[in-house]
């Protein structure tokens, strides 16, 4: 008997029927399937620093804050906790003093909007900018897919601009907004993560960052700057200036997180948006305040004990997440150098295999000589036991891709040398399979 | 010197620029530049029950459910409150359970989907069914502010229907469903909410319930319920069943707020979406599923922190938020009370103001005969030191509305009887500015 239907998919936002949607679906779920699979797939912070004692503590600690240092009364107090809240968030000062210390960005707290994560912050800043049918992004790829799949939601067209080995290619991108002002269209603006980028784990360079700005101010163009990776590099170098903190001309929108820094289980990030809006009334305010009104139809306001978890981790530490990260950037650093050794090792001189060596960040990408899709992730999962990412899911077309991403946060130097094994494994057998029908044909 | 501008509000989206979003700004801004004034504005719940260390209790209990009920080692429970979690939430089995013991709504706990608050929630269902240029959604009228921005952020138009004072006018309902159609529309749902509405407090009767489900099946129309009050009822009335409750043929997407029963702070609501959905594969699925798939790219999950005080307070009374609000239930009932009788004492027979006596709720809506707009909120903010919404915000066109709305949610009987009195003064010089006025022409 047929199962009853209320509704068909063709019926509903055509974003839900979208690969960019469909994708992380498919990620999660594959993880889900074969949870004894060695995860080189995820993303996500290393766990085992997290603390339950911790969450009590950040909590009294921000309450401490309040009352201590900003003065408020026990009524006052009780009401930033509990009740509904400043749409723009409680803790924009504790984020504008992080931002001070580790990045040297100077902002305005009134310039930023704590999020529900950094996926919100994107969401409202795409919201914001998709103004009509002619708006476009421009994105670096390969790109992050909560970028893809937010301005798809949104109805707004991302077009891509080539990333390459310097992290961004500054020819591309002025060729892409040439080529879509020339179409009839409207670049909003460009999407990319400078510092490690996910998925590629590329940087861009200095002079390659001030050439960028440049470019933008040239060509009256918005950046969109994701940095949820920025303060992990692999080594003792030194972090660079971000984009935001070399733009005096506001060309940037700063995305922020603390799921990586602090903790994902808040989701807690925030947006830096400090470009002047003029008004239809003349006035001038910040482009914040427009996104906060966007906010509060999305999700009025992000919790405020998720707020005052961080809030307090910030003050812990003198908001430095330098400072608080210690462990875990140590970790990371010794992760990605375990796995690049360990690919070395695996994949000697006369191998066909190719992978990047970032300087820092969470993500190595390899390089096969054969197609990598999710039919053989699904085969690399149930025969092999180790997880990891198609990099077509970071490209906006069905073009075939010949490489994976491996992540190196969520594992033991142990974890990775097992996964390291057993994709050597399902490479060799590749290989072989490569090999055989060659020989047939 | 002219201040610099980076972008003008006519570059971003329409929605930013529109009543709609600007009405719940400028009704927070009053509130705070009058501190001092008596809030009969603020629908947001009573604070003096809210307990710091209840918090920290709910986290507890939660992470002590986990282990113990769910049976989870700690390394899960570990990932569950810290990690980027389900998407559709990781209280969703509780949230099921209070549906059964409080409302008799029996659902799969898989067919709900966790929300950073009810807003989310909306936002979600809006995205989902909104698919087109010819879909609409239908609003009783006068509507919640918050579901009129959300539609305006995803270009959805809301045409009004009726609510009167059986809370639904059914004909007027139907008439616009075949106008919409007419018009070559896709009217995809009607937007309501049957017990207590914000801001009318009208409810709708059991009979007329059962008529509008006919109604909902005979024109092939969603209801969106909106339940934050009814829990609510101002005496020893028997609650009426939800629409949900009433619903076997899944013509109900409900939605559900823990702001107004737990905690505004934690930003927790959640959607029953049971509908099944044909996808383009053929194979048969839940709505929810497909309202997960959108929250993942606009906030990916709700705060596992912030769930986790929610599921904590609902185990710590047996899912039950009868049992949880016993205190708060009987404040607002005893405040409804004292406002109601409060009116009637300071315009007795012969006056010309009017009001509504609902059954329950937060809200009463109080007709006079003069023109209620935001100059003369301003004017009674800054001269008679009294707060409250005007009617006009709720309707989404700007015809001139002589009622406003009174909230008894946050003031104590005293303050009550204190705003009551500034009200009256204000109403006194009205009628008698009036007055003049007619005998000066």
Known sequence: MAEPVDLHVADLHPAVDDPALNSMNFLNEIAGHYPEAVSLAAGRPYEEFFDVA????????????????????PAQVHRTLFQYGRTKGIVHHLVARNLAVDERISV???????????????????????AGPRDVL?????????????????????????????????ADLRAQVRRA?????????????????NPSGTSIGLAERRRLLDLAGEEDLLL???????????GDVERLPTLKALDPARRVIYLGSFAKTVLPGARVGYVVADQRVAGSDGTVGLLADQ???????????????????????????GCSLVAATVRERAAYA???RHLVDGLARRFPAGSPV?????????FVVVTVPFRVDDALLDRSAREYGVLWTPMAHFYDDSAPVDALRLSVSAVTPEQIDLGLDRLASLVADELARRDATAGVA
Chains 1, 2 share one sequence.
Request: charge should be positive.
């Open 224 to 234: 969109v700057e994701d940095n949820p990776y920025g303060l992990f590099p692999a």
């Open 291 to 317: 996104l906060a009104k966007i906010k509060s139809m999305v999700t009025v306001n992000t919790s405020a004990v998720a707020q005052a978890v961080i809030g307090g981790a910030l003050l812990e530490h």
């Open 54 to 73: 911790a969450l009590h503590r950040h909590l009294d600690t921000f309450r401490r804050h309040l009352a201590d240092d900003l003065g408020q009364s």
């Open 354 to 362: 190719r992978w990047t060596v970032p300087a820092g960040g969470f």
């Open 108 to 130: 305005d707290p009134e310039a930023i909007v704590v999020t529900v994560g950094c996926q919100e912050a994107m969401f409202l800043v795409l919201r914001a900018l998709r």
């Open 334 to 336: 010794r992760n990605l």
């Open 181 to 197: 002002r020339a179409a009839g269209l409207r670049p909003r603006a460009c999407y990319l993560m400078p510092d490690f980028a």
């Open 138 to 170: 421009l994105a670096v790829t390969p790109t992050y897919v909560g970028l893809t799949g937010a301005a798809r939601l949104l109805d707004l067209p991302v077009r891509p601009v080539a990333g390459g080995p310097a992290g961004v290619d500054l």
